[in-house]
């Protein structure tokens, strides 16, 4: 499976963001995720979503900001960004993990390039 992250962009505090991540073969039996990661910091985890969509989990300083979804016929899944403040601001990465339920950690198999998110004050 390969992945590919993009819809990211330069945005004003407040604006709204939706980057996608469509991959390569049919991910329906794959928990997705996606996490960020600021310069000189860890990736961290913001949100992941089971293969069959029933089930979610999210970073808990982004729930009710951010929203995670999949199109399985697209394959291909994506992240609602709402109300965007200059601390969202990194690289978003998706990933992949042939599994049906979610993973809030970094154990996945596959992960995409990363799209940059930066937005300004």
């Known amino acids: 499976v390969q992945l590919q992250a993009s819809g990211g962009g330069l945005v004003q505090a407040g604006d709204s963001l939706r980057p996608s991540c469509a991959a390569s073969g049919r991910i329906r039996s794959y928990a997705m995720g996606w996490f960020r990661q600021a310069p000189g910091k860890e990736r961290t985890f913001i949100a992941t979503i089971s293969s069959s969509g029933s089930n979610t989990n999210y970073l808990e300083s982004v729930k009710g900001q951010f929203t995670i979804s999949r199109d399985v016929a697209k394959n291909t899944v994506y992240l609602q960004m709402n109300s965007l403040k200059p601390e969202d601001t990194a690289v978003y990465y998706c990933?992949?993990?042939?599994?049906?339920?979610?993973?809030?950690?970094?154990?996945?198999?596959?992960w995409g390039q990363g799209t940059q998110v930066t937005v300004s004050s």
């Open positions: 990933a992949a993990r042939y599994t049906g339920s979610i993973i809030t950690s970094t154990q996945y198999d596959y």
